[in-house]
């Protein structure tokens, strides 16, 4: 037992020494902390000068933009000088049930007062009479002018931008024999 307990205690005596050559790392960086805190504090740069820019006053507001393209200037000048909106309280008339491009112009007459009133063709075959100021189409389509050969009309369509626009259309003699 001599033997076995003599080797345990060199052992323990070899751990102690090599343990008591270990510093504690908490040790070393509280010493390198206060050797930082130790020294002088470094000047500190005063903040650069700046030299004051000139003001710049814009003054081709009223001309053309080049970041908005020339068509969406165009429909922002036109909407800017007028506002439309539909009559929703107007009463629709036959016509305002079909979209224009299901209805055909087949052709025109004279009226008792001499003003001309145009034909036109429903889907469904019948043949309805418009004059100047009447409506047709889905959009609110108002006719202002009728010749023999074509209608010209009015549309109220949205711009996209929670308002109206106008749009000119034009509805053609059609002439074939349905």
């Not at 500190?44 to 000139?54: A, I, L, N």
């Not at 036959?94 to 003003?115: C, V």
């Amino acid at each position: 037992m001599n033997a076995v307990s003599l080797r345990h205690k060199t052992v323990i005596v070899a751990m102690m020494v090599m343990l008591a050559g270990c510093e504690s790392r908490v040790d070393n960086a509280a010493t390198k902390m206060q050797e930082i805190r130790n020294q002088p504090p470094l000047p500190v740069e005063p903040p650069p000068v700046f030299t004051p820019v000139p003001s710049y006053s814009y003054a081709s507001f009223t001309l053309k933009s080049p970041f908005v393209p020339t068509s969406i200037a165009n429909e922002l000048r036109v909407m800017a000088g007028k506002r439309v909106y539909p009559n929703m309280a107007r009463p629709l008339q036959p016509l305002e049930s079909y979209a224009l491009e299901e209805l055909f112009m087949k052709g025109t007459i004279r009226g008792a007062k001499g003003n001309i009133i145009a034909l036109i063709r429903t889907p469904e075959g019948q043949i309805e009479q418009v004059q100047k100021g009447s409506y047709m189409g889905k959009n609110h389509g108002r006719i202002i002018e009728i010749t023999p050969d074509q209608i010209a009309l009015n549309e109220i369509v949205p711009d996209g931008q929670d308002g109206f626009i106008e749009r000119p259309r034009n509805l053609v003699l059609h002439g074939d024999a349905k």
